[in-house]
């Protein structure tokens, strides 16, 4: 038994066989950093129930969600450029990933010494502050996944990674909710946030000694601003494809991102959960997405990328729906686990096609402008969302989430090829069978 735990334990961190395009030692690297930002992710969904706890209302738990999209879509196109003329852009990616995650510490700590809706506005502060790292480190994840995946073994080193995070945060959550509701309030948020910073240490280190060959510096001929626009807008429209891919994914985001600052929300003042009950909800959509995973990634090799696409897409939307016809927190874990699995393969799915799309030598420019668009949704949809709950109710903003999704996956439904594809698929099957 214990044979074959360490043998599953180390198989973990063993290079995919699927491609021989991985170099160990930065496949064990990001691995490795992955437990270390699994850490600090178990405090991500209690930061907005923090804040909701200490007498935040929407508006204000809904900048949590708002102010990165603000950030990064100012200073996206700008350290997207920055990163293209770096000859490797791995030192910037482990040092802001580091400041993002100190974050953490940083709300732990003052709250020590603020109280009230003060401490809600400087929490709030250090989260925009925070917000030019997150921008850096949203470019910076994509660019370095990819050099270390290659061409081939995108699902395989994402699997992984995604896989392990969700594990340490599905056990580190486990333990934080029991946490919470032995310690009073707030002495259990501060300690929370101050000791699962720890994990950007753990993650500096190892994502800091990912070891990528330098790239050759995009120059910029441009003479002055406006030039540089220029051939900024020039060089993406020229990518058809990848225009096309990041607006429907626009579309989408749209509804799934207007619902996100309402779930706390929802939960502690609709349905009145306990942080307990939370905590299992996070545990139930975080612990499903490591067999999400592995199960999107046979599918993928089986039916291809394109049937993950529109099976995800299809799924996750009906999540909010659901959430707000529920009078009771009871039934919420089951369907935050079921929005887990469809999770899991979005994840990938996204990620992959996206890649799929850039040019390599122009990764942090396409990267970055696709980071623009999804940041231009997690402006418009928070507010959307708080306001259609503040005017209409949860349930008519959880609906219009769902219903703004649904669009999304019926663009990508009726992407050229994707009909024609599917029905050759399900022809052959049936000639096989025959």
Do not use: C
């Not at 995604?162 to 009073?184: A, E, N, R």
């Not at 699995?341 to 942090?364: C, H, T, W």
């Not at 989430?401 to 090829?417: H, K």
């Amino acid at each position: 038994m214990t044979r074959l735990s360490l043998a599953s334990f180390k198989k973990w961190f063993t290079t995919p066989q699927t491609t021989d395009y991985i170099d160990r030692g930065n496949f064990v690297n990001v691995q490795i950093d992955a437990i270390g930002v699994g850490l600090a992710s178990a405090a991500a969904p209690f930061l907005p129930v923090y804040l909701t706890r200490l007498g935040a209302g929407t508006f204000e738990v809904g900048l949590l969600t708002s102010m990165p999209a603000l950030t990064g879509l100012v200073l996206s196109i700008p350290l997207g450029q920055f990163l293209q003329r770096q000859k490797n852009i791995v030192p910037w990616f482990s040092l802001a990933r580091l400041l993002v995650i100190a974050s953490y510490a940083l709300t732990g700590f003052i709250s020590f010494f603020l109280s009230g809706h003060l401490a809600i506005i400087g929490i709030l502060g250090i989260w925009a502050l925070a917000t030019i790292p997150q921008t850096l480190v949203a470019i910076a994840f994509s660019v370095v996944m990819n050099n270390v995946a290659g061409p081939t073994g995108r699902y395989e080193l994402m699997t992984r990674r995604w896989s392990i995070l969700g594990l340490t945060t599905t056990i580190t959550v486990i333990l934080v909710g029991q946490m919470l509701d032995d310690i009073q309030f707030p002495l259990n948020y501060q300690v929370m946030f101050l000791f699962l910073s720890l994990g950007g240490l753990i993650s500096y280190y190892f994502s800091s000694h990912i070891n990528l060959p330098d790239s050759e510096p995009v120059e910029n001929h441009a003479h002055n601003f406006r030039e540089q626009i220029q051939d900024f807008v020039r060089q993406i429209s020229r990518e058809k494809p990848f225009v096309s891919f990041t607006m429907k994914r626009f579309i989408f985001l749209t509804g799934t991102t207007l619902a996100a600052p309402l779930f706390p929300v929802y939960f502690v003042r609709t349905l009145n959960a306990p942080d307990s009950w939370i905590a299992a909800i996070n545990t139930a959509q975080t612990a499903i997405l490591i067999l999400g995973y592995f199960l999107w990634t046979r599918i993928s090799r089986r039916y291809g990328s394109r049937a993950v696409l529109l099976a995800t897409t299809f799924g996750i939307s009906f999540y909010p729906l659901l959430t707000g016809l529920s009078h009771t927190y009871y039934p919420i874990p089951l369907y935050a686990g079921l929005s887990g699995i469809f999770q899991a393969g979005l994840n990938l799915v996204f990620f992959d096609e996206l890649m799929k799309r850039v040019p390599v030598q122009y990764s942090a420019t396409f990267v970055s402008a696709a980071q623009s668009i999804q940041y231009l949704s997690s402006i418009l949809a928070p507010f959307l969302g708080t306001y259609l709950s503040n005017t209409f109710g949860f349930t008519i903003a959880f609906a219009t989430s769902s219903v703004i999704s649904l669009l999304g996956f019926l663009l990508f439904l009726n992407e050229e090829g994707t009909l024609s594809k599917a029905k050759l698929l399900f022809h052959e099957k049936l000639r096989f069978h025959g």
